[in-house]
């Protein structure tokens, strides 16, 4: 899929993705595959033009090539072309319409257009498509759910349910914990809500400690004092 496709090699850094992309094209540049490669890895450089010109190369080479849609799409909305990332989604969906991470994207996109609602549809048929539908459910779907209160009236007990499997299963998984206080919050029930920030708190300051460049558990420790006020 081609979320995977985006995971450095074991043992690699981006330079090193870079490298052996242009060596890629150095030995076939007619295929498109060595272009995608350098294309996302300048994506994730934050090279932005250059991760464009790359792919526009790849599509040049493969104009069927719903990853490298994928990836100018993602491209496109990083750098706040909303437009144009759902024009190149829709040329990713058209040639490739049950990979999940094309419909997942699709669905966050009108997330981002305050349109959830009418993208909970891609939701749906990216979870007939996922191998993990609890993990699916407990991700991206309890993240749609949050921002629109009629997905939450309808989908709160199945959200809540996958979100406390993966916590059965996880206890440390801080996300999990997370969300499904979240969704406490929003369905009225704040004793529950509170008790369950102050268990995500408590396992994001220990991650911290031994982590202190983690972002992400920053950015959700940041959220979750916010919800304690």
């Known amino acids: 899929m081609a979320y995977e496709a985006e995971r450095p090699i074991e043992g690699t850094t981006l330079e090193d993705a870079k490298k052996l992309s242009a060596d890629a094209i150095a030995n076939s540049p007619s295929s498109a595959s060595g ?14 033009r250059m991760a464009f010109q790359q792919l526009e190369n790849a599509l040049q080479r ?16 990083k750098v706040g072309q909303h437009e144009e990332g759902m024009n190149a989604l829709t040329s990713a969906f058209r040639l490739s319409p049950r990979d999940p991470a094309v419909l997942t994207l699709i669905a966050q996109t009108y997330q981002l257009a305050r349109s959830t609602k009418e993208g909970f549809a891609y939701h749906q048929m990216a979870l007939q498509c996922v191998g993990d539908t609890t993990t699916y459910v407990a991700g991206p779907m309890a993240d749609a759910i949050l ?36 969704l406490y919050q929003v369905s009225g029930k704040a004793i529950e809500a509170i008790n369950l920030l102050g268990t995500a708190e408590g396992l994001i300051k220990t991650l911290l400690i031994a ?18 006020g």
């Not at 982590?211 to 959220?223: F, G, H």
């Open 211 to 228: 982590q202190p460049q983690d972002a992400e558990a920053a950015a959700t420790l940041a959220l979750i004092l916010t919800r304690q």
């Open 147 to 182: 921002t629109d209160a009629s997905l939450t009236l309808t989908q709160s007990d199945r959200v809540a349910t996958a979100l406390q499997r993966v916590m059965d299963a996880h206890p440390d998984d801080y996300r999990a914990i997370y969300r499904l206080a979240r």
């Open 35 to 48: 272009y995608l490669a350098r294309g996302m890895a300048f994506d994730q450089l934050k090279q932005y």
């Open 62 to 77: 493969s104009p069927n090539n719903a990853e490298a849609y994928l990836a100018k799409a993602k491209v496109h909305l």
